[in-house]
């Protein structure tokens, strides 16, 4: 299993920018389907994007589609999102996932993910 660590996150003005990292305990390039989740209060969890293989597989949720981008340092272990012109609605605690596929689902599912981070925090205010 590999281990997650989130960082980056912070408060924000609406159409502030933020960079969100995560850590990975080892390589995940090509061995594992990486995605960010985020989940409001009350909220159900709902998936941002996955990336397999430093792009080979990148699928964005429409509520971020043209704002945030996904990309991977594969010399680091790191994946990161860069968040632009954020909303109020972007703000939730958002969390890194992975899991050993090679490949990514078709769907936004956090269940079919077994490794979690710890999550880190973006607030944004009107």
């Known amino acids: 299993q590999v281990q997650l660590v989130e960082s980056g996150g912070g408060s924000v003005q609406s159409g502030g920018s933020l960079r969100l990292s995560c850590a990975a305990s080892?390589?995940?390039?090509?061995?594992?389907?990486m995605g960010w989740f985020r989940q409001a209060p009350g909220k159900e969890r709902e998936g941002v994007v996955t990336?397999?293989?430093?792009?080979?597989?990148?699928f964005y949720a429409a509520s971020v589609r043209g704002r945030f981008t996904v990309s991977q340092d594969r010399s680091k272990n790191t994946l990161y999102l860069e968040m632009s012109s954020l909303k109020p609605e972007d703000t939730a605690m958002y969390y890194c996932?992975?899991?050993?596929?090679?490949?990514?689902?078709?769907?936004?599912?956090?269940?079919?993910?077994?490794?979690w981070g710890q999550g880190t925090q973006v607030t944004v205010s009107s």
């Open positions: 080892k390589d995940t390039y090509s061995d594992y389907c």
């Open positions: 996932a992975a899991e050993p596929w090679r490949g990514c689902p078709d769907r936004l599912d956090g269940d079919l993910f077994h490794s």
């Open positions: 990336i397999y293989n430093g792009g080979t597989w990148i």
